[in-house]
T-cell receptor, first 112, second 114 residues
């Protein structure tokens, strides 16, 4: 079945450091891929998405490129801020479905 | 424009009691999805509903769990005779239609079973 694997956390970075959170997936067909962010005590917010191969999703300085050849959707940001501290979830939705399939989440802590 | 509303935000129950979790979708959204997040885990799909219909409940435990989305009022996730293993965060999401790519999530209900 479909699945998402993302790097284990927690990830601790200094402010203005470069961020990469790895995400790989297993799916049949052509899934849509998502990154959601969860701030402490809150629900999930959509950060960015990509619906087909080679699409790049971007938002708030974060980027991720849908790589079908490597079945990956790694999240990157060039310069993180303290306010980026949160849990980041990679997810997919199969081309024939509607339910989102989530990774376990990666906790990010950015220190001043 | 209010987002997805869930209440209560926190719920404490003793083993054997019932838990009722409510979800009001965003205005104009008629599709509701429930997910469960166990500690240290990602979210797992439970059930997908439209108004007055359960479309897919393949992720729901076979016993004690039920969900509804009546014509009027919020969607309800009901857990009867709760056990400690039911302790989790339960998130509701909504979308305006089935093929809508983006699901909008509520803040979740954190259930603790003592």
């Amino acid at each position: 079945g479909d699945s998402v694997t993302q790097m284990e956390g927690p990830v601790t970075l200094s402010e203005e450091a470069f961020l990469t959170i790895n995400c790989t997936y297993t799916a049949t067909g052509y899934p849509s891929l998502f990154w959601y962010v969860q701030y402490p005590g809150e629900g999930l917010q959509l950060l960015l998405k990509a619906t087909k191969a080679d699409d790049k999703g971007s938002n708030k300085g974060f980027e991720a490129t849908y790589r079908k050849e490597t079945t990956s959707f790694h999240l990157e940001k060039g310069s993180v801020q303290v306010s980026d501290s949160a849990v980041y979830f990679c997810a997919l939705r199969s081309s024939s479905g509607y339910a989102l399939n989530f990774g376990k989440g990666t906790s990010l802590l950015v220190t001043p | 424009n209010a987002g997805v509303m869930q209440n209560p935000r926190h719920l404490v129950r003793r083993r054997g009691q019932e838990a009722r979790l409510r979800c009001s979708p965003m205005k104009g959204h008629s599709h509701v999805y429930w997910y469960r997040q166990l500690p240290e885990e990602g979210l797992k799909f439970m059930v997908y509903l439209q108004k007055e219909n359960i479309i897919d409940e393949s992720g729901m435990p076979k016993e004690r769990f039920s969900a509804e989305f009546p014509k009027e009022g919020p969607s309800i996730l009901r857990i009867q005779q709760v056990v400690r293993g039911d302790s989790a965060a339960y998130f509701c999401a909504s979308s305006p239609r089935r093929d809508q790519e983006t699901q909008y999530f509520g803040p979740g209900t954190r259930l603790l079973v003592l």
